[in-house]
């Protein structure tokens, strides 16, 4: 069975108040009928122990005072009967006897004890509260004085004053529930909020938010649940950008396999059909060698990179003479810069060294250099090194053409390429050479930056920490 949380919240709410109440309403009814009856007994105990006093003082007047006291206390409803040491009244206000005493209780008041009665209903027709007290004249026992007032005075209190009680109980019990109602209504309408938010995610709508704060669980839990649908929304993006730029990536890829592929197919069918003439042939052979050698460099860009990301290769790492490594490069690339009208320059410190791995780091530094030749023409390329600190500098700088600030950021993805780099180009041709360095540089726990301005130049500042 379904049972609402408005409906529990009240429940429970209602149930813990009412139970309350009652409890406390019992204990104080309790305690206002002890008190009642207290204070009547504490009335008869001083009437009495004042009239024995005065007949003590007064004892050739005795049957005046008796009078006296006789009428103040049947204005006050109470009796009063005086008897001596063996039970025998010899003077009384009221029916006679007022109250027949128990053996006990004679027995305890000839041993100088009081005898205190709240409630009586069987000795008389009506209820009544007495106190029986002791006669003492020189530490002698010689009677005792009975005062009696019936209850019917005394439970007419205590019953408005249960009356009134039973009228605040109702109507605190009206007024807890109403704030209940309003407690649980408030809470249920968070908690609503809270479920209508969770579908509405649940149905792939991540922009939903809702109010949160720091006043109690729940406002905590709103704000919990906007942090994780922030982050759900975040990584949606991700997915969503990594499917892009896998059809991307699958476009590209077909791209560049198609015409390697295409050439190739080409060839080889104009051989075998006698398509090609004899003096063509070694061109033809020539050229389908060159877009399978194409071919192959674009399967193994692809491992090298896949190796990468998923860090199988292991790194050797060394202290290499900085500038010893940048004129290898500068030996190596000198004859593809003069392709382009281009000078590479070098420019670093004698005793600047490297920590690196000696493979990888070439690998770095020629796929920059290229990529700076490949957009510079009768240029300068500039490689600069030197010691800061706990790091080791890199710069790689050209004044070519540049990159326009919205594709700076794009320049790491795999397989992206700028419309000018499409040109045939022996290395880094399929848009793979700056995402491997990206990834070897983040191998060797440095850093890689790119500052470019259109048509003036482009700087890369790589840091190395040292050993």
Same mark, same amino acid.
């Given at each position: 069975m379904k049972v609402k949380y408005l409906y529990q919240q009240l429940a429970s709410h209602v149930s813990v108040i009412i139970i309350a109440f009652l409890i406390l309403s019992l204990l104080f009814a309790h305690l206002t009928e002890n008190f009642v009856y207290q204070n009547k007994i504490d009335e008869l105990s001083s009437y009495g122990e004042n009239i024995l006093r005065d007949l003590e003082r007064n004892r050739g007047s005795s049957q005046q005072i008796l009078s006296e006291y006789g009428r103040v206390? /049947?204005? *006050?409803?109470?009796?009063?009967?005086?008897?001596?040491?063996?039970?025998?009244?010899? +003077?009384?206000?009221?029916?006679? &006897?007022?109250?027949?005493?128990?053996?006990?209780?004679?027995?305890?008041?000839?041993?100088? +004890?009081?005898?205190?009665?709240?409630?009586?209903?069987?000795?008389?027709?009506?209820?009544?509260?007495? $106190?029986?007290?002791p006669y003492i004249h020189n530490n002698q026992f010689v009677g005792g004085i009975l005062l009696a007032s019936p209850i019917k =005075?005394?439970?007419?209190?205590?019953?408005?004053?249960?009356?009134?009680?039973? +009228?605040? $109980? @109702?109507? /605190?019990?009206?007024?807890?529930? @109403?704030?209940?109602?309003?407690?649980? /209504?408030? %809470?249920?309408?968070?908690?609503?909020?809270?479920?209508?938010?969770?579908?509405?995610?649940? =149905? =792939?709508? +991540?922009? $939903?938010?809702? &109010?949160?704060?720091?006043?109690?669980?729940? =406002?905590?839990?709103? *704000?919990?649940?906007?942090?994780? $649908?922030?982050?759900?929304?975040?990584?949606?993006?991700?997915?969503?950008?990594?499917?892009?730029?896998?059809?991307?990536? @699958? /476009?590209?890829?077909? %791209?560049?396999?198609?015409? &390697?592929?295409?050439?190739?197919?080409?060839?080889?069918?104009?051989?075998r059909n006698d398509m090609i003439p004899e003096s063509e042939k070694e061109k033809g052979m020539q050229l389908a060698s060159n877009e399978t050698k194409r071919l192959i460099r674009l399967v193994n860009e692809n491992l090298d990179y896949e190796k990468i990301r998923s860090n199988q290769i292991k790194l050797y790492k060394q202290d290499i003479q900085l500038k010893e490594i940048l004129e290898i490069i500068k030996e190596q690339l000198d004859v593809l810069a003069e392709e382009k009208h281009n000078e590479i320059i070098v420019e670093a410190d004698e005793e600047a060294v490297i920590y690196a791995d000696y493979d990888r780091l070439t690998q770095i530094l020629i796929n920059i250099t290229k990529n700076s030749i490949q957009f510079t023409e009768n240029g300068v390329i500039t490689l600069r090194g030197r010691t800061e600190g706990n790091e080791t500098i890199i710069e790689i700088e050209d004044n070519g053409i540049g990159i326009d600030p919205d594709e700076i950021e794009k320049i790491w993805r795999r397989f992206y390429k700028a419309m000018l780099s499409r040109t045939t180009n022996p290395y880094g041709e399929f848009g793979l050479g700056l995402s491997i360095v990206k990834q070897l540089v983040n191998m060797h726990n440095g850093e890689i930056e790119v500052s470019s301005e259109k048509g003036k130049g482009t700087k890369f500042i790589l840091k190395f920490p040292l050993k």
């Open positions: 206390l /049947a204005g *006050r409803d109470i009796q009063y009967s005086l008897f001596d040491e063996s039970s025998t009244i010899i +003077y009384s206000i009221g029916r006679t &006897p007022i109250v027949e005493l128990k053996d006990e209780e004679w027995n305890k008041i000839k041993q100088g +004890y009081t005898v205190v009665v709240k409630q009586d209903f069987k000795r008389l027709e009506e209820g009544v509260t007495f $106190v029986l007290l =005075g005394s439970r007419q209190v205590i019953s408005q004053i249960n009356q009134y009680l039973l +009228y605040t $109980v @109702m109507i /605190a019990a009206v007024v807890a529930f @109403m704030l209940s109602w309003i407690l649980s /209504a408030f %809470h249920v309408k968070r908690i609503k909020r809270l479920r209508e938010a969770t579908s509405l995610v649940a =149905g =792939g709508d +991540y922009s $939903v938010r809702i &109010p949160s704060s720091d006043f109690d669980e729940i =406002g905590e839990l709103s *704000r919990d649940f906007n942090k994780m $649908v922030e982050k759900l929304n975040i990584s949606m993006e991700e997915i969503e950008s990594l499917e892009n730029r896998r059809r991307q990536f @699958m /476009a590209d890829v077909s %791209h560049e396999l198609r015409t &390697p592929l295409t050439t190739i197919s080409g060839v080889i069918e104009g051989i």
